[in-house]
Structures are given as structure tokens and as C-alpha cells.
């Protein structure tokens, strides 16, 4: 079976705070695909990252970063110095078999 | 990058009316459409994977009579809530791809249904 988990459902930090958002997936398949989205306050869902299953080289985009360890089926996402506009609920993915399964999202507080 | 757009943003009708639910691609070809409902601080549901020309593939448990999907074109899929019950309220959201997954799927804006 295919399963996303984020463990926290909501996060509260201050401005510039680091905080990382925690992702567990589960799959049987060795090939597959692992997704960040950021959902803001209007719904659209935009595209963070995507990795697939055989690159678990880490990644930096700015103030993102992205952790992936198949070790431990884990793909965590961390905003280094937050800021007010990364308040949004963040959602992970798993792209198998032609289907998403999304975790049931973080809601991430930036307070200023 | 590449975008989906979803019409309308928001809508509110009559118990027993039918609402579409319109989701286009304006920049590439979306050979595959994926539905989703989504219910307040709920993460996505997948109703439905409908693929250019041909029938959608439900979900278990969602009523493909009631949810009816039309996928006509590479740049047009749409979801009509036949029926509507105040129960079928809910947040609903296309998403298109083309060339999966070795490229992002692009999100429409999301459709806030209400039925009175």
C-alpha cells in the first residue's frame, strides 16, 4: 500500500526561525516519485520539489532544503530563516502507479 | 511554468441543481486530469484519473454517476456535480499532467462549491 504521513499537523514559529517538516512515506516499489507542494490561504497548490527514487541527493533552492533518506523513508523539507509569507499548509506526495497520494498536510504559522 | 486554469474559483447552488467545473490547460497538453476533493484542513482526495479520449477511472466510493467526468480535449476536463446535496460542499481541485512523473503536475486554483 501506498502512504504519505506527516506527523505534524500544525507548526508554529517566529520570523526567522529555521523549522522542518517531517514526511514518512510507505511503498513496496522501488521506483517512485516524492513531492513537496506549498497550499496558501487561496487553495492553489504550488509545486515545491520532485525527487524520484533513485536520486536521494539532497537539494537547496534558496531558503529550502530538502533531506531525503530511503533508509528511512523519509523525505523532510526545512525553511531556513522563516518568513511570514511561508505561513501555508504544506502538503507531501508519493507518485506511484499513475496516482498521488498526498499526506494530510502541515499548517505552517509564521508569527512576526 | 505551466498552468492550469479552473473555473470557477467559487459557486453556490440550489440543493438538486447541477454544477460544471471547468479545468483547462493554457500552456501544454494535459494528457492525464486528476480530480480531487478536499474537505476543510483535510489533505486531497482523489476522485477520479481520466486520460484524453477515454472513460475516468474512479475512485472507490466515488459515485461516477453522480461526479461525471469529461476529458474531451488535451486542454479541457470537466467535472459536473449532477444532483448537488449540501453534503457534496467541498473544495474541489483539477490537477494536469503531461509526461508524469517525470514532470510536476500543475494544480488548477481550486473550485469552492457550496449548495444551499
Known amino acids: 500500500a501506498q502512504k504519505v504521513t506527516q506527523a505534524q499537523t500544525e507548526i508554529s514559529v517566529v520570523e526567522k526561525e529555521d523549522v522542518t517538516l517531517d514526511c514518512v512515506y510507505e511503498t513496496r516499489d522501488t521506483t517512485y516519485y516524492l513531492f513537496w507542494y506549498k497550499q496558501p490561504p487561496s487553495g492553489e497548490l504550488v509545486f515545491l520539489i520532485r525527487r524520484n527514487s533513485f536520486d536521494e541527493q539532497n537539494e537547496i533552492s534558496g531558503r529550502y532544503s530538502w533531506n531525503f533518506q530511503k533508509s528511512t523513508s523519509s523525505f523532510n523539507f526545512t525553511i531556513t530563516a522563516s518568513q511570514v509569507v511561508d505561513s501555508a499548509v504544506y502538503f507531501c506526495a508519493l507518485y506511484n502507479f499513475n496516482k498521488f497520494y498526498f499526506g494530510s498536510g502541515t499548517k505552517l504559522n509564521v508569527k512576526p | 511554468g505551466a498552468v492550469v486554469s479552473q473555473h470557477p474559483s467559487r459557486v453556490i447552488c440550489k440543493s438538486g441543481t447541477s454544477v460544471k467545473i471547468e479545468c483547462r490547460s493554457l500552456d501544454f497538453q494535459a494528457t492525464t486530469m486528476f480530480w480531487y476533493r478536499q474537505f476543510p484542513k483535510q489533505s486531497l482526495m482523489l476522485m477520479a484519473t481520466?486520460?484524453?479520449?477515454?472513460?475516468?477511472?474512479?475512485e472507490q466510493g466515488v459515485e461516477k454517476d453522480k461526479f461525471l467526468i469529461n476529458h474531451a480535449s488535451l486542454t479541457l476536463s470537466t467535472l459536473t456535480v449532477t444532483s448537488a446535496h449540501p453534503e457534496d460542499s467541498s473544495f474541489y481541485i483539477c490537477?494536469?499532467?503531461?509526461?508524469?512523473?517525470?514532470?510536476?503536475?500543475?494544480f488548477g486554483q481550486g473550485t469552492r462549491l457550496t449548495v444551499v
Open positions: 481520466s486520460n484524453e479520449g477515454s472513460k475516468a477511472t474512479y
Open positions: 490537477s494536469g499532467g503531461s509526461g508524469l512523473p517525470n514532470t510536476e503536475a500543475f
